[in-house]
């Protein structure tokens, strides 16, 4: 996809103004001159002015105060200019000259699971690539741009650790133009809602921990890793109530879910009378995506709300699924998968269905979510993890120093790395909606 350029100091827009004006000032002579001509004449003539008002109405609407807003067209020579472009389908293009979009190190607020440079890697070439659609270009993300659009405006993103990494990814995008006493980061509902604020903006980038979506055993921020998972699938209003009002929701939840069996909930946690059953997992997921596109139907503001659905992050923890060892994972990777349209059995299509209809089910019922497909160019990204080279949150065993493969994190992404590219993903439909 290519950018439009235009604005007020463009040669070209000031040439089509000046033609406009002439050819209005020369219709309304043509009329003066034949208005004996009779009404028929007239009537095409009051049509030509009116066309020509659109024409200059339109011109000046897309100079936009002198800013254009990013949108996307077809780059093919044997596209229309109506053509859409499949953001998702492309490769990865190495560029090191205009990547990585922020140093590691300049972002005030990076993350120490996602510090791989912090913690120790040396091969750095995961921050040089940039995702190349076939047939179009992204737009290059603007922080200003985003922010400006963001103004007296919220960014929620809602999920899990992976939706937490993007967040901090589009936080460590806009850092850097703003100075250090116009942001802030504060936590509010016991922890759940992490809050980055640019003051002079009046915008807001959030993520609010909720990795099942509704509620469940594991909704506390730190404390979460429960042996027995348990879901309360109808309910989701003691998280709701912290995103209702937002203007741009980002949600994702996956991989709390990988699991053949759910403990369902009817009841409330601590109701001596509550029901417990197993169910199987993607009977549950449809259920828990159900209540949420419910609540969703009743309480968006259709004409204030903009809704995302990020599709499942990929894991490398097999070596064994693009041809290497068996019994390693993504621990000293350094090269990405090269097979087009590698497909891992981290990632599972019969639950990306269901997120598929789900959404489906909602636009016919006149709600669009807007899918983020960011599986299957993730996939290739086997390089692109922690693996060691972050924060240990607990001391490392003697058995792990010995195996690093035991500890490697291939579930989560290096910063700057993947999840900018999600970004700039939901920064092209942020503003080509």
């Not at 000259?97 to 995961?126: H, N, V």
């Not at 059953?277 to 828990?288: D, F, S």
């Amino acid at each position: 996809m290519k950018l439009q350029k235009g604005g007020r100091d463009g040669a070209a827009g000031r040439g089509t103004m000046e033609e406009a004006k002439i050819k209005m000032a020369k219709t309304y002579q043509i009329v003066l001159a034949g208005s004996s001509w009779g009404v028929r004449n007239t009537f095409h003539s009051l049509v030509a002015i009116l066309t020509t008002l659109v024409v200059i109405t339109t011109i000046y609407l897309r100079q936009d105060g002198g800013h254009v807003s990013p949108k996307i067209n077809a780059s093919s020579s044997n596209s229309s200019s109506s053509s859409k472009c499949d953001l998702f389908s492309g490769k990865w293009v190495f560029d090191n000259e205009s990547y990585p979009l922020y140093k590691e190190k300049e972002c005030t607020f990076m993350s120490d699971q996602l510090a791989c440079e912090k913690f120790g890697r040396k091969d750095l070439s995961y921050q040089n690539w940039r995702w190349q659609p076939h047939h179009c270009n992204l737009p290059r993300f603007n922080a200003t741009a985003l922010l400006e659009r963001l103004r007296n405006r919220r960014l929620v993103f809602v999920g899990d650790s992976l939706n937490r990494g993007q967040w901090a990814s589009m936080v460590c995008l806009v850092d850097s133009i703003l100075p250090k006493t116009l942001k802030s980061m504060h936590s509010t509902a016991n922890g759940s809602l992490n809050i980055f604020k640019a003051k002079d903006y009046n915008a807001t980038i959030e993520h609010y921990w909720s990795p099942l979506l509704v509620e469940s055993n594991s909704d506390d921020p730190v404390n979460h890793r429960v042996p027995e998972r348990t879901v309360r699938v109808k309910a989701i209003e003691k998280h709701a109530r912290y995103w209702t009002d937002a203007d741009f929701l980002v949600f994702n939840t996956y991989l709390w879910w990988r699991r053949p069996v759910m403990n369902v909930l009817w009841g409330s946690f601590g109701d001596p009378d509550g029901v417990y059953k197993g169910v199987e997992m993607l009977r549950v997921y449809e259920m828990a995506l159900r209540t949420w596109s419910d609540w969703l139907e009743v309480h968006v503001n259709r004409n204030k709300t903009h809704l995302f659905f990020v599709s499942m992050s990929p894991t490398h923890e097999r070596a064994e699924e693009w041809r290497a060892a068996k019994g390693n994972n993504c621990y000293s990777e350094t090269d990405m998968i090269a097979e087009e349209g590698y497909w891992g059995k981290g990632s599972d299509p019969k639950m990306m269905h269901v997120v598929e209809n789900v959404i489906d089910d909602l636009k016919a019922r006149g709600l669009n979510v807007q899918m983020l497909n960011i599986t299957q160019l993730s996939e290739y990204r086997k390089e692109g993890h922690p693996s060691i080279y972050r924060k240990q949150w607990d001391a490392l065993t003697q058995e792990q120093i010995a195996n690093p493969n035991s500890y490697a994190d291939c579930i989560h992404w290096c910063l700057p790395g993947v999840p900018d590219v999600w970004n700039e993903l939901l920064y092209a439909y942020i503003f080509h909606q």
